[in-house]
């Protein structure tokens, strides 16, 4: 089991950027999967972004973001990242990371994940 603190969110207008980043503490391997997911009021959880550490840190996005939203991660610092950029009111959510052990591969499924960070606030102004 891991623990996962997420920072980074805040309030910004449309076409805005922010990154946020998600603290890993504890053992990871190449068997895991790191992802995040977003949640707005009233909205199913989305999956948004994720990395899978046992297939060369392939990495996976929603249609909703892909060309705006790059997911990486700092090894040496055990830190995963979403750099947003062009940021819509759409966007506007909670976001958390996540992370999977023996998925391998990227993966925007929530199934697979079992921890999981508590979030942070991405607000999005037209």
């Excluded at 999967?33 to 899978?52: D, H, M, T």
């Excluded at 499924?109 to 942070?120: A, F, I, L």
């Amino acid at each position: 089991q891991v623990r996962l603190v997420e920072s980074g969110g805040g309030s910004v207008q449309a076409g805005g950027r922010l990154k946020l980043s998600c603290e890993v503490y504890g053992y990871i391997d190449r068997t895991y999967c790191l992802a995040w997911f977003r949640q707005a009021p009233g909205k199913e959880r989305e999956g948004v972004a994720s990395i899978g550490l046992g297939a060369l840190d392939s990495t996976g996005y929603a249609n909703s973001v892909k060309g705006r939203f790059t997911i990486s991660r700092d090894n040496d610092k055990n830190t995963l990242f979403l750099e947003m950029n062009d940021l819509k009111p759409e966007d506007t959510a909670r976001y958390h990371c996540a992370a999977a052990r023996n998925c391998w591969d990227w993966n925007l499924n929530p199934g697979p994940y079992t921890d999981w960070g508590q979030g942070t606030q991405v607000i999005v102004s037209s």
